[in-house]
């Protein structure tokens, strides 16, 4: 079916299937996330030909190393296409941004010992129609060390630069893409805001601030900031943390937090999704107002709550939307399901939720691949 690599990853799901399953209340099965992600990884979604829209990825990781993109026609999403067949193997991190700042997403992957690589998005010109693909992967900086990353644009320059979030006790650093490559890594806050971090422009400013949530419910934003003396020259810096908000503490063991711009105003908010033993999940989004988040009730409730939840605008440009991956914990589901974002009014109860869940494919992201935009936290399957 669409050339995918089944037979290898038939083999691989089947092995790994009685070591991963296990049972939590309800009698929902639920399986491990993929093999080696670090304690918890998130990253938004992509948008591979530049037309607003975020389109679907997957990397298969492991032998195949395989990249597959599946863009967004507005309805639905087309057939998956292999856009890179050596890209993040084994066991390597792999996140999306826009690297260069050309309006494509490229992607990036994290070796841990032998460099961050980056495959932009590139144009073959001489194929007609022209077709878009990923191109070679290139080595942007030395590792810097084998920890988290994130991805945003701190700097507001366009192009997406790289967060490394230092383990306990350690700072968190930034390398600024330079367009051809990520620059030397500088300390921005001697922090760390809590797990995971995602990155987002919460205050709307135009840099990416980042949004940590910790295990006690705490959400804390360290807002990018500068300043410049002739002294010190231009500083840059990520300020606080700030403790932001209280989120009640999980009634399940499965929590998955998003930042994404919910209501487009141009400032991110986040939604908290809880996953429930039976299988559903219940949503809040919590809108920023610039200096802090307010409750953009009414709650939603979604049936996919045993899905690998993420971000992405996959309905209009400028406003998210969520994705659901059913298939990368279960070796039973291949589906993918978008939730629109609405604002709602009178006579409703006013604010902004999801429209029940659509399918938009009905394979890709299949057992322990790594889609993006996705957040896996903290060993949850
Ligand atoms: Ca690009
Ligand atoms: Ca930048
Ligand atoms: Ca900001
Ligand atoms: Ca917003």
Not at 14 to 28: T, Y
Not at 93 to 111: A, E, K, Y
Not at 185 to 199: D, F, L, S
Not at 243 to 248: D, G, S
Request: glycine share 14%.
């Amino acid at each position: 079916m669409r050339g995918w690599p089944r037979r290898s990853l038939i083999s691989r799901g089947v092995l790994l299937l009685a070591a991963a399953m296990a049972v939590i209340p309800g009698g929902a099965a639920k399986a491990a996330p993929p093999d080696n992600l670090p304690q918890w990884l998130s990253g938004r979604s992509g948008d591979f030909n530049g037309d607003g829209l975020d389109d679907l990825i997957t990397f298969t990781r492991g032998p195949e190393a395989d990249v597959w993109v599946a863009l967004n026609g507005g309805g639905g999403f087309g057939p998956a296409e292999k856009w890179h067949d050596n890209f993040a193997a084994g066991t390597e991190t792999p996140l999306v941004g826009d690297f260069n700042g050309d309006g494509r997403d490229d992607i990036v992957t994290f070796t841990c010992g032998s460099g961050i690589w980056v495959a932009l998005n590139i144009r073959l010109p001489r194929l007609q129609p022209a077709v878009r693909t990923f191109g070679v992967a290139e080595r942007w900086s030395d590792s810097l060390g084998c920890s988290n990353y994130v991805v945003g644009d701190f700097n507001g320059d366009g192009r997406d630069d790289i967060a490394y979030v230092g383990s306990f006790g350690g700072g968190t650093s930034v390398a600024l893409s330079t367009g051809a490559g990520f620059g030397a890594a500088a300390e921005w806050n001697a922090y760390v805001p809590g797990a995971p971090i995602e990155a987002g422009d919460v205050d709307g400013d135009g840099m990416d601030d980042l949004v940590g949530f910790d295990v006690a419910g705490n959400v804390w934003v360290a807002p990018s900031r500068w300043y410049w003396t002739s002294r010190t020259g231009l500083v840059r810096y990520f300020d606080g943390p700030f403790l932001r908000y209280r989120l009640e503490p999980a009634t399940s063991d499965h929590r998955t937090d998003l930042v994404g711009d919910f209501d487009g105003d141009g400032r991110d908010d986040f939604a908290d999704v809880r996953q429930l033993p039976d299988g559903s999940a219940d949503v809040a989004v919590m809108l920023s107002d610039g200096t802090g988040f307010v409750p953009g009730a009414p709650l939603t409730t979604l049936a996919l709550g045993s899905a690998l939840f993420g971000v992405g605008k996959f309905y209009a440009p400028g406003r998210d939307d969520l994705v659901m991956y059913t298939g990368v914990y279960s070796t039973a589901d291949t589906r993918v399901f978008t939730a629109r974002s609405v604002t709602l009014a009178p006579p409703f109860p006013t604010g902004v939720g999801f429209l029940p869940p659509e399918q938009r494919s009905d394979y890709f992201a299949v057992y322990h691949q790594v889609p993006m935009g996705a957040t896996f936290c903290c060993g949850h399957g």
